[in-house]
C-alpha cells in the first residue's frame, strides 16, 4: 500500500503505534520537566502546499513561526523558544531568505519569544520546519481529553475568514480593496492566540482546549475522540466575519468555509457553564455544547452531522481537495 | 544574489543576523530552565543530500534520530525527547514508512528516550526534520567556545570510517565483505556518543566540546572561531580503523577522508592536560593542541594550513563536493 491510499489520520496512528510513545494525541506533546511541563509541537509547510505565489518572504516566515506558536498556545503555555530548519532552494533570491527570517524574527518576538536556533539545507523546493517550545504549570495545562458532558464549546475569535480569503485569492470570488486586505491578512499573518490561551488556562473551569487551524469540523472530531464525548454546534452561533460573509453565495457554502476550511488560528475550548461566567480578558463564542456522543451541526433545528474533517495532508484518493 | 552564491555559512551567518538571536553558534541552543539548562537542536535530512538509494527505512530513521541526538550529546545533556516531520512522496510504500517509524524508535529509545511528537505532510522529496531536547545542569554544559590555549584536543572513537565507507558504497573503491559491514554500518547506523558526552560534562577541565558530524576540519574551525584560539592537528595521532586505513589509495587521501568528509558522531573535545588522565568511562585519543592562532596539521613535521571545511550545504559555485 502506498502512502496516499492509507490518508494522514491512518498514517498518523500507524507511525504512532510503530513510535510506541504515550504523548501523541494533544497540540503539543508534554514532558515532565520537574516543577512545571515542557509542551512541544513541530509542524511542516512547503511551497506547494502552503505558500501561494502571493505570499512575500515576510509572510511566509511570519506564518511558519505562528503555527507552531498556534499549537503551543492550545495547551495553554507560555512559549520559551522556536527553532526553525529551512530548506531552500540553490536559486532563491537571498532578499526573499532575509524577507523569510524578517517575518520569523518578527512573529517570534510579537509574542515574546526568540528564533533560538536552527538549520538551513539546499532543497528542491522551499520547506520550513518549526518546532515550538513552552512551559505551563502542571495544574494549569490543558488536553484534549478534558471535555465533560454539558460543558459549553466555546471559540476565540471568528471563523471562515481565512476560507474567503482563499476564494478571493484564487479569483474564485471578488471582493472590494478593503476586504481583500482583512481576508488576505487573515490568511497571510495569521495571529496565534498565546495570550488567550494563558488566560484560559488559569481557569480549571476550562476543561479542554485545542487550535482549529485544521478546521472547526475536524478539530471538534479531535476533541470528541480525546474526551470520548459528543457535541452539537449552532450554526446561527458560528462567529463569521461580515468581509466573509458576502464572500459566500449559499448559506451551504457559508458553512461549509466555517467548519471545514480550517487555517484559522483560534482556540477552541470547552468550559463548565458555571465558569463561563467568570472568563475575563478573552473575547471569545460559545458555539455549542458537549453531548454523549455524536457530531452534529444544528442549523435553525435542522440536524445533520459534521462529516468535513477539514486540512488533512496525504489525502486519500477519491478526496477531494478544498 | 542567490542563495547558493552565499554559500551556507555565508548564509547562517547572514539569518543569524537578522534573527537578533544571542543564541546561535553552539551543536544546541541553550535556554535557562530554572534550575538546569535546557538544550535544543534542529537538523533537516532529505534524499537527494542524505539518503543513499542503498539505506533501508530503518537506516533513514536511525539516522534521522541520531544526528539530533548527537548535537545534544555535544553539549553534555541528557536527551528528553525528540520530535519529528516527515515530508512523505504520496507513492512511498507503507512498509518503508513503517520502517523509517521502526529505526526512529530504536534510536531513541536505545539512548533512553522517545519520539514524543510530530507532524507527517506531502512531500514531493523525503524529507525529515527531527529536533531533540536535553537537559544539563548549568554548571556542566559545555560550548564551544571554552577552549583555553595549552588545552589538548581530543576526539572520540574513530575518523575516516564514513569517507571509507562513501568510496566503497559509490564503486570508487572495493572492500571486503566484513570490511563493508564494518565500513556501511559507520555511514548507515551512527552512534551519537551520548554516554561519553554526560560523563564529559562532569570533568570542569574539559573546556569545550561539539561533534564532528560536519568533519574534523570544520569542526576545528568552529571551535577556533568560538574560543578564539587556534588549533595544531597531528596527522599520526588521528585515530583511523584498519578497514578505512585499507580504502585509501595514498596518504593524503587517507588524511583527507579524516579531517574532510565529515559523517562521523563523534566527540571533540578540548581538555586541562592536568586533567586528562582523570578522565574515566571515555575511549578517546588526543589528536593535538590549542594554539595562540592558525589550524595548523603537523604531518611528521611538515605543517600545512587546515582549509576544508567539511561537510557544507547550499555550495558556493565551484565548491567541488566530496
Avoid at 46 to 58: A, I, K, L, N, W
Avoid at 146 to 173: I, N, Q
Avoid at 215 to 229: D, H, Q, R
Amino acid at each position: 500500500m502506498k502512502a496516499n491510499e492509507i490518508g494522514e489520520i491512518g498514517l498518523i496512528r500507524r507511525i504512532g503505534k510503530i513510535l510506541q510513545s504515550p504523548y501523541l494525541g494533544d497540540d503539543c506533546a508534554v514532558i515532565d520537566n520537574g516543577n512545571d511541563y515542557l509542551v512541544v509541537t513541530t509542524d511542516m509547510l512547503h511551497r506547494v502546499t502552503d505558500f501561494p505565489r502571493e505570499m512575500t518572504g515576510e509572510d511566509i516566515g511570519w506564518m511558519s513561526v505562528a503555527v507552531s506558536l498556534s499549537d503551543v498556545a492550545g495547551m495553554g503555555a507560555r512559549p520559551v523558544g522556536v527553532v526553525a530548519a529551512i530548506g531552500i532552494p540553490g536559486d532563491t533570491d537571498i532578499e526573499f531568505i532575509d524577507g523569510i527570517a524578517t517575518g520569523m524574527r518578527n512573529c517570534a518576538k510579537c509574542y515574546g519569544t526568540d528564533i533560538i536556533g536552527g538549520d538551513t539545507d539546499q532543497h528542491q523546493e522551499l520547506t520550513i520546519v518549526t518546532t515550538a517550545f513552552g512551559r505551563v504549570n502542571k495544574d494549569q495545562v490543558k488536553l484534549r481529553s478534558g471535555a465533560k458532558v454539558g460543558d459549553l464549546l466555546c471559540v476565540t475569535g471568528y471563523l471562515g475568514t481565512t476560507a474567503a480569503g482563499f476564494k478571493v485569492l484564487t479569483g474564485e470570488r471578488e471582493a472590494s480593496p478593503e476586504d481583500r486586505q482583512i481576508l488576505f491578512r487573515s490568511f497571510f499573518r495569521p495571529e496565534p492566540r498565546l495570550g488567550e490561551g494563558m488566560i484560559l488556562a488559569q481557569y480549571p473551569g476550562v476543561t479542554a482546549m485545542m487550535d482549529v487551524s485544521d478546521g472547526l469540523g475536524k478539530s471538534v472530531y479531535e476533541l470528541s475522540v480525546a474526551s470520548k464525548v459528543g457535541f452539537i454546534v449552532y450554526a446561527d452561533a458560528l462567529p463569521v466575519r461580515e468581509e466573509a460573509r458576502k464572500v459566500a453565495r449559499s448559506r451551504t457554502e457559508l458553512l461549509d468555509m466555517a467548519i471545514c476550511f480550517g487555517g484559522e488560528f483560534e482556540l477552541l475550548f470547552t468550559v463548565n457553564p458555571d465558569e463561563v461566567g467568570n472568563i475575563k480578558g478573552v473575547d471569545f463564542t460559545v458555539i455549542g455544547k458537549v453531548t454523549e456522543s455524536g457530531l452534529v451541526l444544528d442549523d435553525r433545528g435542522a440536524r445533520t452531522e459534521i462529516s468535513c474533517k477539514g486540512y488533512e495532508h496525504l489525502k486519500k484518493k477519491g478526496d477531494t481537495v478544498h
